[in-house]
């Protein structure tokens, strides 16, 4: 679908890696263009604070990129999130990963060269973007360690990646409740992502009267044109004119 054009009554829910950010060969590689986080508090400014950042990372991570730019964000699949005014809301509180589980995923991890273990406040994620060779065996273990109805947790597939998650907690969840908050009310979300975890806000996005767009389908699978289109929606915010970005750094 075409991206529709932003106007005040918008509000963006942003994922981040494969969609603000290119992919890299492991998380911690990214690159932030250096435009991005003065772009994204820009828009937060002009859509009267209806910006959120959400993402599979934790909020900590999530704010190291974009520093110094920081708002309203769901870190680990919605299992945290923040609000504009700072108020903090993790749930189930305290609940996370068993240990054993971590060392044994740890354990594979040193055992499989190329597979990473990302531990996180709640969750754990395996890579295997490195290792594809192992990507069944990391499912092996990772089914072995959650069954199906476990009653806290859950496998999430992520792009060559499986997180184990809290159960109950999805970015669709996250997109519902920041909607709820004062500033994002009454606006019609706009939910951009590229990966399966990303569906559940897509589809909350559209239940709220909104769109859910895909990398992949509506930016050609390119985050630099998912950056080009917040730019042109930046510029339309201001009233038209070609928006001040400094100079030597693409969009
Ligand atoms: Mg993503």
Same mark, same amino acid.
């Given at each position: 679908?075409?991206?529709?054009? #932003? ?12 969609? *603000? ?10 690159? %932030? ?17 209806? =910006? ?16 110094? @730019? ?8 919605? %299992?945290? %999130? ?47 973007? *490195? ?21 806290? @947790?859950?496998? =999430? ?8 998650? *809290? ?16 500033? @994002? ?7 951009? +992502? ?13 239940? #709220?009267? +909104? ?7 509506? @930016? ?16 339309? =915010?201001? +009233? ?12």
């Amino acid at each position: 679908m075409t991206p529709p054009d #932003l106007d005040r009554a918008s509000a963006l829910f942003l994922d981040v890696d494969g969609t *603000l950010l290119e992919i890299a060969a492991s998380p911690e590689l990214v690159v %932030v263009p250096p435009s991005l986080p003065g772009l994204l508090a820009h828009l937060h400014d002009q859509l009267g604070g209806a =910006l959120a950042i959400v993402s599979g990372r934790p909020l900590a991570e999530i704010d190291r990129l974009l520093a110094p @730019f920081a708002s309203s964000a769901a870190g680990e699949h919605g %299992v945290a %999130v923040r609000y504009d005014d700072g108020t903090l809301e993790e749930a189930p509180a305290g609940m996370a990963v068993p240990e054993p589980w971590r060392e044994a995923l740890q354990a594979a991890a040193d055992r499989w060269p190329g597979v990473q273990m990302e531990p996180k406040p709640h969750g754990v994620t395996m890579h295997y973007r *490195l290792a594809p060779d192992h990507a069944n065996d990391v499912w092996r273990l990772v089914r072995a360690l959650v069954s199906e109805d476990h009653p806290h @947790f859950r496998l =999430l597939p992520a792009r060559e990646a499986v997180e184990i998650s *809290l159960r109950g907690r999805s970015k669709g969840s996250a997109v519902e409740r920041l909607m709820g908050q004062a500033m @994002f009310q009454g606006r019609r979300p706009i939910y951009i +992502g590229d990966d399966f975890t990303d569906e559940a806000g897509m589809s909350m996005a559209r239940d #709220l009267g +909104g769109v859910g767009l895909r990398v992949a389908e509506s @930016f050609s699978g390119d985050p630099a044109q998912v950056r080009s289109w917040l730019v042109r929606g930046a510029e339309r =915010l201001d +009233g038209g004119a070609p928006r001040a970005v400094p100079t030597g750094i693409s969009p």
